[in-house]
């Protein structure tokens, strides 16, 4: 699983504009991502690997959020090694 540290909603680059991971060699199933501002809220949630985040509360881009550091954790089942169960990956990203 690879993920930008940083992206900006306002970008005139296309790619930029949204927060998503790269997935490689992980099941569709029991795939989850959560993203919590600086408070420990959550402001964003997805069950699907092929999700975007606008940076908005709950992907409303009517409600923008605050610029800053936002942490994430990924739930994940690799496809290699299922016998592991689910895994988890952490990090943060920056919203500009």
């Known amino acids: 699983i690879n993920a930008p ?5 306002t ?5 930029n504009k949204n927060f998503r991971v790269f997935t490689f060699f992980i099941t569709d199933e029991n795939f989850n991502v959560f ?6 809220e959550l402001v964003f949630t997805a ?3 092929d ?3 606008n940076g908005g509360y709950n992907n409303n881009a009517a409600q923008p959020l605050p610029p ?5 954790v990924i739930q ?3 496809a290699f090694r299922p016998d592991k169960g689910v895994q988890e990956k952490r990090g943060g990203v920056a919203l500009l």
């Open 35 to 40: 993203i919590y501002n600086r408070w420990g």
């Open 76 to 78: 994940y089942v690799s």
């Open 68 to 72: 800053g550091t936002y942490s994430y």
């Open 5 to 9: 540290n940083a992206f900006r909603p």
């Open 51 to 53: 999700f975007t985040w």
């Open 11 to 15: 970008s005139a680059q296309e790619a």
């Open 47 to 49: 069950g699907n690997r």
